[in-house]
């Protein structure tokens, strides 16, 4: 049985990971990433305090939030790094398979770009892509959800609220997000919700050939209309629609995931081996 531990226990992936893991042929250890409240104490999640000795002999650390001090100091086994923004620094999880021999530490990789990756086993020929990412603020976890409501209190009370926890006004706001660097013809739009992504993409067949989907991947489920931002947030699933034009050279495809549970939960429990156990 593999031996784990979560650090950040108390964060909303924190939880949700802990709760994917109990399911499984896993031993997991919740750890705060300092001293619980009482609150935290008496909760439906029973937790630990960060000791280090609590991490001797275990054969894997996830990272829901950033550790206390010291709190990784004495401990040298595999680390795998799953907070909203990881440790750029380590080695990114494989697309596919386990966990890579060899690796001491990786991190998550972006939902949207597991995403992208997943295009050619979708759709048959495809050429050009282009389209827009509708973003909400659940890829930050409770720092996402805390700081929605608190500009969601403040814009109905009448103040300008406070973006120094997001970094961006969100409520009530759609916001449009320049093109970042590697995404190509890809506008990233964020939305006053908090679950459900949701990628609506412009695709081309590739020259002298008809676009037409495929049988879909693990994880992968297509549907008989277009994925609703509810309808993600509550799937584990990757959600898919496609509807192609007559002569199937274009085509819209609308994609719905949840980034922590499609994008996180999924890939760790895949490279631990625990997927389908």
């Given at each position: 049985?593999?031996?784990?531990?979560?650090?950040?226990?108390?964060?909303?992936?924190?939880?949700?990971?802990?709760?994917?893991?109990?399911?499984q042929?896993?031993?997991?250890?919740?750890?705060?990433?300092?001293?619980?409240?009482?609150?935290?104490?008496?909760?439906?999640?029973?937790?630990?305090?960060?000791?280090?000795?609590?991490?001797?002999?275990?054969?894997?650390?996830?990272?829901?939030?950033?550790?206390?001090?010291?709190?990784?100091?004495?401990y040298h086994?595999?680390?795998?790094?799953?907070?909203?923004?990881?440790?750029?620094?380590?080695?990114?999880?494989?697309?596919?398979?386990?966990?890579?021999?060899?690796?001491?530490?990786?991190?998550?990789?972006?939902a949207?770009e597991?995403?992208l990756?997943?295009?050619?086993?979708?759709?048959?020929?495809?050429g050009?892509?282009?389209?827009?990412?509708?973003?909400?603020?659940?890829?930050?976890?409770?720092?996402?959800?805390?700081?929605?409501?608190?500009?969601s209190?403040?814009?109905?009370?009448?103040?300008?609220?406070?973006?120094?926890?997001?970094?961006?006004?969100?409520?009530?706001?759609?916001?449009?997000v320049?093109?970042?660097?590697?995404?190509?013809?890809l506008?990233?739009?964020?939305?006053?919700?908090?679950?459900?992504?949701?990628?609506?993409?412009?695709?081309?067949?590739?020259?002298?050939?008809?676009?037409?989907?495929?049988?879909?991947?693990?994880?992968?489920?297509?549907?008989?209309?277009?994925?609703?931002?509810?309808?993600?947030?509550?799937?584990?699933?990757?959600?898919?629609y496609?509807?192609?034009?007559g002569?199937?050279?274009?085509?819209?495809?609308?994609?719905?995931?949840?980034?922590?549970?499609?994008?996180?939960?999924?890939?760790?429990?895949?490279?631990?081996?625990?997927?389908?156990?």
């Amino acid at each position: 049985m593999l031996k784990l531990a979560v650090i950040g226990a108390q964060t909303l992936l924190g939880r949700e990971l802990v709760g994917a893991l109990e399911t499984q042929e896993a031993s997991v250890v919740p750890l705060s990433t300092g001293p619980l409240t009482l609150e935290e104490e008496e909760g439906d999640l029973v937790m630990f305090a960060p000791d280090p000795a609590l991490l001797e002999g275990l054969d894997v650390v996830l990272l829901a939030d950033a550790p206390g001090p010291g709190q990784l100091d004495t401990y040298h086994g595999r680390l795998l790094d799953l907070r909203p923004e990881p440790d750029l620094k380590l080695e990114p999880m494989p697309l596919a398979g386990g966990w890579p021999p060899g690796a001491g530490a990786l991190r998550v990789r972006p939902a949207l770009e597991q995403v992208l990756t997943l295009l050619p086993a979708l759709v048959e020929h495809l050429g050009e892509v282009a389209g827009t990412h509708l973003r909400p603020v659940a890829w930050l976890g409770d720092r996402g959800l805390d700081g929605l409501i608190e500009q969601s209190v403040a814009v109905l009370q009448g103040e300008d609220p406070d973006t120094t926890r997001l970094g961006y006004r969100q409520a009530f706001e759609v916001v449009p997000v320049p093109a970042l660097a590697g995404k190509g013809r890809l506008l990233e739009v964020r939305v006053p919700v908090f679950h459900g992504d949701l990628l609506i993409l412009h695709l081309r067949a590739a020259e002298g050939q008809r676009l037409a989907r495929k049988e879909p991947p693990e994880g992968v489920r297509w549907t008989q209309a277009p994925p609703s931002s509810r309808e993600v947030a509550v799937s584990s699933d990757l959600l898919a629609y496609l509807e192609a034009s007559g002569d199937g050279q274009s085509a819209t495809l609308t994609l719905g995931f949840d980034p922590i549970l499609w994008g996180v939960m999924r890939p760790a429990l895949r490279v631990l081996g625990l997927l389908g156990a």
